[in-house]
């Protein structure tokens, strides 16, 4: 069951520990922590959790919440959400890293 905490999913400290994430906590090519910078970067802090738990998306069949619970990735995500919400593809790109410590 998904646990919402400031309009992100996460999990409850009884389904998953620091050492064992969930297959949708990361992928080789997005991490979770990414993917909710990179909506909030483009969406909005508020505005991105409710599209990660309401808006329909149609390739992937269901919420992105709903798609990143069934162990959907992170990246596969973040692309339906672009395409559905007609994101420019210069801004699709790199969204969510956090820049480099000097």
Known sequence: MCVWAI???TRSPTTSSP?????WFRNELVRLSEF????SEEFGH???GVLIRDHWL???GGTAADAL???V???AVWSAICED???PLERRHGRGLREPSE
């Open 7 to 9: 309009g992100f999913p």
């Open 19 to 23: 050492t064992s994430h969930p297959s």
């Open 36 to 39: 909710q910078r990179a909506m």
């Open 46 to 48: 508020a505005y991105s």
């Open 58 to 60: 149609a390739a992937l």
């Open 69 to 71: 619970d069934s162990g």
């Open 73 to 75: 990735p992170a990246r």
């Open 85 to 87: 919400l007609q994101v």
